[in-house]
């Protein structure tokens, strides 16, 4: 007498396991991930780009980068746009990019990032208020 046993929930698992295992993220070497060793940082903070001035900053807790202009910085702008109420309101960003010390340049920030890589764009909180505003009323 034999006896067959056939089950799909294992078949299940293993299809599951596959995807699984192709999906992993490789470790290098130095225990970093492939974008832990680029060179990028992730960054949170408040983004104002001014198209007549052709100027962008990200504003951290603790420090104002000046944000070097590139397809990143348009890309990033473009979705910033959608939630501005004010032209000159700042809008919560996280990006990936590099750090780059401003060395020899008088009036301008004393870091720049380069824009690498969009990771989030929030909408600002109600009660913040995030908009600056130059000159005299």
Same mark, same amino acid.
């Given at each position: 007498?034999?006896?067959v046993?056939?089950s799909?929930?294992d078949d299940k698992?293993?299809?599951?396991g596959?995807t699984?295992?192709?999906?992993q993220t490789?470790?290098?070497e130095d225990? %970093? +991930?492939?974008?832990?060793?680029?060179?990028?940082?992730?960054?949170? $903070?408040k983004?104002l780009f001014? =198209?007549q001035?052709n100027a962008?900053?990200?504003?951290?807790?603790t420090?104002?980068?000046g944000?070097i202009?590139?397809?990143k910085?348009t890309?990033?702008?473009a979705?910033?746009?959608q939630m %501005? +109420?004010?032209?000159?309101q700042?809008?919560?960003?996280?990006?990936? $990019?590099?750090i780059i010390?401003? =060395?020899?340049?008088?009036d301008e920030?004393?870091?720049k990032?380069?824009?690498?890589?969009i990771?989030?764009?929030?909408?600002?909180?109600?009660e913040e208020?995030?908009?600056i505003?130059?000159?005299?009323?």
């Amino acid at each position: 007498m034999f006896a067959v046993i056939v089950s799909c929930k294992d078949d299940k698992k293993s299809d599951a396991g596959d995807t699984t295992s192709s999906n992993q993220t490789e470790i290098g070497e130095d225990g %970093k +991930t492939a974008k832990q060793s680029d060179g990028l940082i992730a960054i949170h $903070g408040k983004f104002l780009f001014v =198209e007549q001035d052709n100027a962008a900053v990200l504003q951290t807790a603790t420090q104002m980068y000046g944000v070097i202009i590139n397809d990143k910085l348009t890309d990033l702008n473009a979705q910033v746009e959608q939630m %501005k +109420t004010d032209p000159y309101q700042m809008i919560p960003v996280t990006v990936r $990019g590099r750090i780059i010390k401003n =060395e020899g340049v008088k009036d301008e920030w004393e870091n720049k990032i380069e824009i690498k890589e969009i990771l989030k764009v929030s909408k600002p909180e109600s009660e913040e208020n995030d908009v600056i505003k130059l000159g005299t009323n």
